[in-house]
């Protein structure tokens, strides 16, 4: 039997994060690829505000292009440029200082790097869209491979057979045409009973793009003023005007009162649905 989509998820997404551990540079080699940032100055650590300004500024002197026509000497200049803006800026050469006294912590020193250098100039607002997109994907993925599991399953329950082969008699008025293969047949048939009956299939339905997150998210304003507008009415005419509750509102306090999912609860008969109306009276725990 094939693992949950869950646990194989889980499963590749630790082996990704292993194999980052396995193959990945020092987290502070992205600062100054694997050159060291002081080295590239001639200074040590240790070095103050003012040693570091001299030491750029005098290997600027040799090494700028405009000064030095060589290609390998600009592009050693693109390094000690590199090195110095790290290094002149007290918090990046602390983050530096950190990745170098802690090269073990990968993620924690590259997350600090980019949130430094990518940070202020990233709109919040593509952010937030990019993180709602990438989590809709994963939700919808994982709602189509349930589903398909599900149905899966069901289709190999004997009731499903029964019932398709009941719907293969119905569609051949009880006889069998044996000109085409029973294979043929059952393909058909069963093409026409996915789109005829209702599969009730408990804790998976088809996925649809007004349950996931980011489709949820634009609409949230329009849920929360429907929602609003549902209680002012339901607070009007239940508790102000005292009306009897209607047949779809009894419903739905017997649904909530017995805690029932609504996927659950759709496949209840409409006879069983609700309390009698003595019983709304009875148990206070429906008017919830």
């Not at 980011?214 to 209680?231: Q, S």
Request: proline share 5%.
């Amino acid at each position: 039997m094939a693992p949950p989509a869950t646990i194989r998820c889980c499963a590749a997404a630790l082996t990704l994060m292993f194999c980052i551990l396995i193959i990945s540079p020092s987290s502070s080699a992205i600062y100054c690829e694997e050159d060291d940032c002081y080295d590239l100055l001639g200074v040590t650590q240790t070095a103050n505000a003012s040693e570091i300004k001299k030491a750029y500024y005098k290997l600027s002197l040799k090494h700028h292009p405009d000064k030095n026509p060589d290609p390998e000497s600009k592009k050693l200049f693109v390094k000690i440029a590199n090195a110095y803006e790290i290094l002149k800026d007290e918090a990046t050469r602390e983050q530096y200082d950190y990745a170098i006294a802690h090269p073990e912590e990968v993620f924690y020193n590259t997350a600090r790097y980019y949130h430094a250098y990518y940070g202020h100039k990233t709109d919040p607002r593509f952010v937030l869209v990019g993180l709602l997109l990438i989590l809709s994907g994963f939700q919808y993925m994982n709602q189509m491979t349930r589903y398909n599991q599900a149905v899966a399953t069901v289709k190999k329950t004997p009731a499903y057979k029964n019932r398709l082969r009941a719907l293969e008699l119905e569609r051949s008025g009880g006889v069998t045409n044996k000109k085409k293969s029973n294979k043929q047949m059952d393909k058909k048939v069963e093409e026409d009973l996915s789109k005829e009956l209702e599969l009730d299939i408990k804790g998976a339905h088809k996925p649809s793009i007004w349950e996931l997150l980011g489709v949820r998210f634009i609409v949230l304003p329009y849920t929360i003023g429907k929602l609003l507008l549902w209680n002012g009415c339901w607070f009007w005419r239940y508790k102000v005007k005292q009306a009897p509750y209607s047949w779809e509102d009894a419903v739905y306090l017997t649904q909530r009162s017995l805690r029932v999912p609504l996927d659950a609860w759709g496949s209840i008969g409409n006879h069983l649905q609700i309390f009698p109306t003595t019983n709304l009276n009875v148990h206070p725990l429906c008017l919830c």
